[in-house]
């Protein structure tokens, strides 16, 4: 059923109604501690829609003409998690070429996109949601999109109140979290024009 969606759907329900973090909550913790900055954001989100485009692609081939042929199914996890691997060292030697500013601005969190959970987790909902080819890779794009949307909302939340007086224990990680919250319940208010799920 879901196989049968049109890519519009698909594609506009991942950046909103389903948005992979904050309707599912993954890819937390780069949205968290890089959205400091809207030009580290802006960065880290673009290389995010990039690697989830594109690794939903790769994914989708490998799991449809590997591994359920040979029989591997079961080795999804690793075999994602080593497709994802490669492809953000392939973006890092990129980024790291073509802007050495963004590349120091993003520190660690850039190969940290490999252990992002939302990037895997685009990758197993595409299966699990048997998508074909085309719907996996508006899927992929889409949720890239999506991420990117949260983490830049969030880096100009965050830039705007920087002055203002917060009491003292929701400095920091407190008003970060409610603030996400917040922009979860306003997602939520997509749910009901298009549902992916």
Known sequence: MNGELLPAAVFFGSIFTGNILLSNYLGMCSFLSVSKEIKTSTGLGAAVIFVMAVTSLLNWIVYHYLLIPLGLEYLRFIVFIVVIAAFVQLVEMIIERVSEGLYAALGIFLPLITVNCAILG???????????????????????????????????????????????????????????????LAFMGFSGMINIT
């Open 122 to 184: 685009v990758s197993l909902f595409m299966v699990i949601r048997d998508y074909s080819l085309v719907n996996s890779f508006f899927f992929g794009l889409g949720s890239g999109i999506g991420w990117f949307l949260a983490i830049i909302a969030m880096a100009g939340i965050r830039k705007k109140i920087s002055g203002a007086k917060i009491p003292k224990g929701l400095e920091g990680p407190g008003i970060t979290l409610i603030i996400a919250g917040m922009m979860a």
